[in-house]
């Protein structure tokens, strides 16, 4: 089905790692990217291609990828990383979608 | 440096109608796709679909379609997105982001209320 299902919320305190999945069908043949998205501002690009960081962003954060699932870790949370994340890939005819979200609370 | 940036805040009466816009620098602008994406107050985000401005060549959502027009105007670099009768339903934040996968640079957001 072309659907990613994240959870809704995941909480770490600073310093602790925290994963956030993404789930569907699709991932086992196409990549995810993972956005992030403070309150109040547009997301960014933080991982693409399921594991791959854009210049710019801090090492702690990487992905992984497994079958029909795929996992964005960050190593050492901080308060800063406090945000909706989002994954988002495309299907054959490019058609994107994102998952639902997930709200990381670090505290 | 790579920007888009969006058109400003707008408020509408249901049924009027509206474009708004994002204008890229910094790169080919005729050589990457335009994505458009929508985020209604407190939820998600929502691809509405693509535009490539090289040949205005679109793909919209299943669940966009009729209801939203995307163009492109690539003399002046910018894309645009349309509604030609607002509903309140249709308030949101909307957001362009270049590439059709890798969405690697986004606007700012551009907010739509629409209220009678």
């Known amino acids: 089905s072309y659907e990613l299902t994240q959870p809704s919320s995941v909480s770490v305190s600073p310093g602790q790692t925290a994963r956030i999945t993404c789930s569907g069908d699709?991932?086992?043949?196409?990549?995810v990217r993972w956005f992030q998205q403070r309150p109040g501002q547009a997301p960014v690009l933080v991982i693409h291609k399921d594991s791959e960081r854009p210049s710019g962003i801090p090492e702690r954060f990487s992905g992984s990828s497994s079958g029909t699932t795929v996992t964005l870790t960050i190593s050492g949370a901080q308060v800063e990383d406090e945000a909706d994340y989002y994954c988002?890939?495309?299907?054959?005819?490019?058609?994107?979608?994102f998952g639902g979200g997930t709200k990381l609370t670090v505290l | 440096e790579v920007q888009l940036v969006q058109s400003g805040a707008e408020v509408k009466k249901p049924g009027e109608s509206l474009r708004i816009s994002c204008k890229g620098s910094?790169?080919?602008?005729?050589?990457?796709?335009i994505a458009w994406v929508r985020q209604m107050p407190g939820k998600g985000l929502e691809w509405m679909g693509f535009?490539?401005?090289?040949?205005?060549?679109?793909n919209y959502s299943p669940s966009f379609q009729g209801q939203v027009t995307f163009s492109a105007d690539k003399s002046i670099r910018t894309a645009y997105l349309q509604w030609n009768s607002l509903r309140a339903s249709d308030t949101a934040m909307y957001y362009c982001a270049r590439g059709d996968v890798d969405l690697d640079y986004w606007g700012q957001g551009t907010l739509v209320t629409v209220s009678s």
């Open positions: 535009i490539y401005p090289g040949d205005s060549d679109t």
């Open positions: 910094g790169y080919t602008f005729s050589n990457y796709w």
């Open positions: 988002y890939s495309a299907t054959d005819n490019i058609r994107g979608m």
């Open positions: 699709i991932l086992a043949k196409k990549y």
